[in-house]
């Protein structure tokens, strides 16, 4: 199957874009990606790719990871984007099998004078529940989030207290599943009960 692009480019993108922005000002909070989402390539969920057709274009550098080699026709079509072999040169990195994911200090970290060089990882999980599993801190978090997460690797919290620790260095992420999004930017800190 080939994958489409939004129906309507501006407003798809737009309705996309909208809801990444609201998943990292409120980071733990599920958010929907938006209506009448393209079809994906195959092996990737309907969220990821509205996420990436919303967020690159022809100047990005993307990684895909391994289990998504077979969008990588489709998204050098729809995006004119740079596919990159090594997960520490990207801007945005892609991954449809979280608990497979490289290590986060395997992607481009940014430094103390240029934060916004690191990589953004997009992310499918198998689940994604507002009850139990992590306590959410951090800015625009109120007081508190809960976020339970099935899919990311077993040692995921250790590494992401590693990540926090790096600020204003670190990743940001997205966690996909299915049509919702839900953010951890580099500033949130991960407690597991």
């Known amino acids: 199957m080939t994958a489409a692009a939004f129906k309507d480019p501006a407003l798809g993108a737009q309705a996309a874009f909208r809801a990444l922005l609201d998943a990292l000002a409120r980071p733990g909070t599920p958010q929907a990606m938006g209506p009448d989402l393209p079809t994906p390539p195959t092996g990737m969920g309907a969220g990821l790719y509205a996420a990436i057709l919303a967020l690159a274009d022809f100047e990005t550098t993307v990684w895909l990871a391994p289990e998504l080699a077979d969008a990588a026709a489709d998204l050098r079509f729809q995006l ?4 990159v072999a090594a997960p520490a040169e990207p801007a945005f990195a892609l991954a449809a099998d979280g608990a497979a994911l490289p290590p986060l200090a395997a992607f481009a970290q940014g430094d103390d004078a240029y ?6 990882l ?3 999980v198998s689940a994604l529940r507002t009850d139990g599993g992590w306590r959410l801190t951090g800015p625009g978090i109120a007081s508190e989030s809960r976020l339970g997460v099935a899919g990311l ?3 995921f919290v250790a590494q992401w207290t590693e990540n926090h620790a790096r600020f204003p260095r670190g990743i940001d992420l997205f966690l996909f599943h299915d049509t919702t999004v839900v953010s951890l930017p580099r500033t949130t800190d991960i407690r597991e009960d």
């Open 80 to 83: 004119g984007a740079r596919l």
């Open 115 to 120: 934060p916004d060089r690191s990589t953004t």
């Open 122 to 124: 997009l992310v499918e």
């Open 153 to 155: 690797p077993a040692d």
